[in-house]
């Protein structure tokens, strides 16, 4: 007899626990027949004991199968959001070979042709890592490696032409690009990706955002201000490079007297909580400010609204640091404390950038104090180019018959440090007014405050303007100017708009 052409192997030796010999336990009877003969058969559960050499090698295999199928569709997620990410499903997805060497090798009819993605399943692709049927490119039957035609796709993918005005001979080979490690940006955290490397934020925040963030830091209290620009693409007012902003107070240049040294001259009041009376409130002794009778009165109200009773040449007093009265309660602390009034420093589609409140404002409302770098009146004169728009003279006293020559002149120029009071813009017909007031000084220094009071009730968004040139309106409005085309020398044309605009104005 011929040998078989296969002869069984003999079983491995199979091992029990414990005794062969051992009767098996039994857990309980699963089911009970009686056949034909009368004899009785019972299904029993029994706990079986057993041990194969393969069985633990089995379990390790399986259980590295599952675990590298969770890894690999981890890693399938991962790709597909970094593709949606880094909005790569716009970039047209290249052929890729198992290494740079083997593009060199391959001929023309072996490399894939360039293909179009489906953009619902973004994937991110890895000449590294075989793809799946679903992601892979699309392989073109055609030895000539063309576009595959529309019959040619498989399903799920769009179909793609040729142009009548090319042939096939006519389409051009790409070359698979090499690969490159990515370096993503907010990308999800994987350990066993090499491929990734993960670097830092680096946002730069807009102009507009970084510049209201910086004034914020500065206002001391005060409300807000922001930039707002609706009418066209200009993201900040121009020539604010290296621009500081000081909410409340002067930068004092060197040569000036310092305020150390000038509150050492103030005068005190004792009013216990609030100044009713200035008749019997010390620190207002040296003021100018009287009524009809003769009587020292203040400035405000007791809703601290300006009363506009204070006449050319005088200051408003209020009162200071030393005085003992309650600083949020006492009516003649007004313009020292911090505003709040919200600021909207606007585009405007004439006349540059302006400022507005997002409130409603009544009358006599003081809205805020003018600041910059304080300097002396010759210094003032000698600049010039656009520092010269925001130089604000300190001159209250100098039309007046006790003027004396030799005594010190001040100016204000709110080009490199100010706030946002350096926006307001003219018109012919305000709606606020400047009046000087002090606290930290004595009228005697020249070196008041200059403070923006509105002169009427201001609806909430409407621009606040001043008269750059008060003198030459109240003459204007007597009527002892002739022709408001003429523009003096010194004077600009006027666009306020107003119903009686003068024509001009002195900046």
């Known amino acids: 007899m011929a040998n078989p052409i296969w ?44 041990s194969h050499p ?14 590298h199928g969770y890894r690999e569709s981890k890693r399938q997620g991962i ?110 955290s994987v350990e066993d990706r090499q491929d990734v490397i993960h670097a830092p934020i680096r946002y730069e925040m807009p102009r507009r955002t970084a510049l209201q963030a910086k004034w914020t830091s500065k206002l001391r209290g005060a409300a807000s201000v922001t930039i707002i620009n609706n009418f066209n693409a200009e993201d900040i007012p121009p020539s604010l490079d290296g621009f500081e902003y000081r909410e409340r107070d002067y ?36 003021s100018e400010l009287k009524d009809d009778s003769g009587r020292t009165e203040f400035a405000y109200t007791k809703r601290r609204l300006f009363k506009f009773n204070l006449p050319q040449g005088v200051e408003v007093i209020e009162c200071n640091k030393y005085c003992s009265c309650n600083k949020r309660s006492c009516p003649n602390r007004v313009a020292q404390l911090p505003r709040d009034v919200p600021i909207e420093v606007f585009r405007t589609p004439t006349c540059g950038w302006g400022a507005r409140a997002a409130v409603n404002l009544a009358k006599g409302k003081v809205v805020g104090i003018y600041t910059g770098e304080l300097i002396r009146r010759e210094e003032a004169d000698r600049r010039t180019g656009d520092s010269r728009s925001y130089i604000f003279d300190l001159d209250m006293h100098e039309d007046s018959s006790e003027d004396d020559e030799d005594s010190e002149k001040y100016s204000v120029d709110s080009s490199k440090c100010g706030n946002w009071t350096r926006f307001i813009n003219h018109s012919c017909s305000p709606n606020m007014r400047v009046y000087p007031v002090v606290w930290d000084t004595i009228p005697e220094m020249n070196q008041p405050y200059l403070a923006f009071v509105a002169t009427e009730a201001i609806l909430a968004r409407t621009e606040l303007t001043i008269d750059y040139d008060p003198k030459a309106g109240a003459v204007y409005r007597k009527g002892k100017t002739k022709g408001k085309n003429k523009i003096p020398a010194g004077a600009v044309k006027c666009v306020c708009g107003a119903e009686d605009c003068r024509g001009w104005v002195r900046v």
């Open 251 to 286: 930068l004092r240049d060197s040569d000036i007297l310092q305020l150390d040294a000038a509150m050492n001259c103030l005068v005190n009041c004792e009013c216990e909580t609030a100044c009713e009376n200035a008749m019997t409130c010390e620190c207002q002794g040296p």
């Open 79 to 188: 790709r597909a959001r970094l593709r949606s990410y880094m909005n790569w499903d716009d970039i047209p997805n290249l052929s890729d070979s198992e290494s740079d060497d083997s593009d060199d090798d391959q001929s023309p009819d072996d490399r894939a042709p360039l293909r179009r993605h489906n953009t619902s399943t973004p994937t991110l692709r890895q000449s590294s890592r075989p793809q799946s049927s679903s992601a892979g490119p699309t392989r073109s039957s055609s030895a000539q490696g063309n576009i595959a035609a529309s019959s040619g796709v498989r399903s799920g993918r769009p179909s793609q032409t040729l142009p009548t005005s090319m042939t096939p001979t006519q389409s051009r080979l790409m070359k698979s690009l090499p690969r490159k490690r990515l370096s993503v940006t907010g990308s999800p």
């Open 54 to 67: 393969e069985h633990f090698a089995i379990q390790k295999d399986t259980t590295a199968e599952i675990s």
């Open 7 to 50: 002869m069984p192997s003999s079983p491995e030796p199979e091992e029990w626990d414990g005794d062969a010999d051992t009767e098996w336990t039994v857990r309980g009877i699963v089911s009970e027949e009686t056949d034909s003969f009368g004899i009785k058969r019972y299904e029993a559960s029994v706990v079986l004991q057993y």
